[in-house]
């Protein structure tokens, strides 16, 4: 399978940022710009605002579609604050995010929790993009290859190949998140090439040509373009760039191939 036969991705993580008149009004814009793209893009907007910002995604005949930041694995019960998989579900959301490294190093996920996430959302039917990606001193200890394999194997510990069509990876190497470094795109090339042979090592050839590896890290117009023409890109998750529609149909045009 060649490049050109996996779906290019844009997701755009808005992370906490946006109140309720402009998440609507950003979901507007951005279905406006990048609607009709023929890559599939998702938005990741905060929790609270999810109703609305699907309420005005709904009857524009939009090819966008809704996704969560997050959500805890439980299926209901008492867990103050958290949010299920199936209330994601039930205002619309059909893509979640497991791994993200704020919430591994910062909020403090562990390996086997965002396994139990990647599980059960994938269980529930949802699409999951599970990230993955190394720190700066682990990159400058040359242990690049060692993480990203380690967060790979244990993300998707016990996921069949056939739930396989339902997953997304995104490597994002975390000193690039939200800094304005990016990787080379040779750097990005290389690490996404190791991680396709570890997919093929874990399961097959097949489900390691059909996977799409997304890159994140401070992806923006400048250099999207670059990023997405390596063999082994197969799009985006963008933070920053993605709070502005302009830049953020500009980064989903940069899928073009
Ligand atoms: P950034 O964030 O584009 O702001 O670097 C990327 C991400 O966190 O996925």
Redesign the pocket.
């Known amino acids: 399978m060649s490049t050109a036969d996996r779906k290019p991705f844009v997701?755009g993580?808005w992370?906490m940022n946006t109140n309720s008149a402009g998440a609507s009004a950003l979901i507007g814009a951005v279905t406006d710009r990048s609607g009709s793209s023929d890559a599939e893009v998702v938005v990741y907007p905060p929790f609270v605002y999810l109703r609305e910002v699907g309420a005005a995604m709904s009857g524009k005949g939009t090819n966008v579609r809704l996704g969560a930041q997050d959500f805890r694995h439980e299926p209901d019960g008492a867990m103050t604050g958290c949010i299920s998989l199936s209330m994601l579900k039930d205002c619309g959301a059909t893509s979640v995010l497991t791994g993200?490294?704020?919430r591994r190093h910062v909020i403090g996920e562990s390996d086997s929790l965002i396994n139990a996430k990647t599980k059960a959302a994938l269980d529930a039917g949802m699409q999951v993009v599970l990230?993955i990606g190394e720190l700066l001193e682990e990159r400058e200890a040359g242990q690049t290859d060692a993480v990203n394999e380690r967060q790979l194997r244990a993300g998707l510990d016990g996921v069949a190949e056939s739930q396989l069509g339902q997953v997304v990876l995104?490597y994002?190497p975390v000193w690039?998140?939200?800094?304005g470094k990016t990787a080379t795109s040779g750097d990005a090339q290389d690490a996404h090439t190791k991680i396709r042979g570890l997919v093929e090592s874990m399961y097959s050839a097949d489900a390691a040509s059909k996977m799409r590896i997304l890159y994140?890290?401070?992806?923006?117009p400048g250099n999207a373009v670059e990023l997405f023409g390596m063999p082994d890109i197969d799009g985006?998750?963008?933070?920053?760039?993605?709070l502005n529609a302009d830049d953020f149909g500009a980064i989903v045009d940069a899928t073009g191939r």
Request: hydrophobic share 30%; with cysteine.
């Open positions: 997701g993580n992370k993200h490294s704020e990230c995104a994002e690039a998140i939200g800094t994140g890290g401070s992806v923006k985006g998750l963008i933070g920053g760039a993605s």
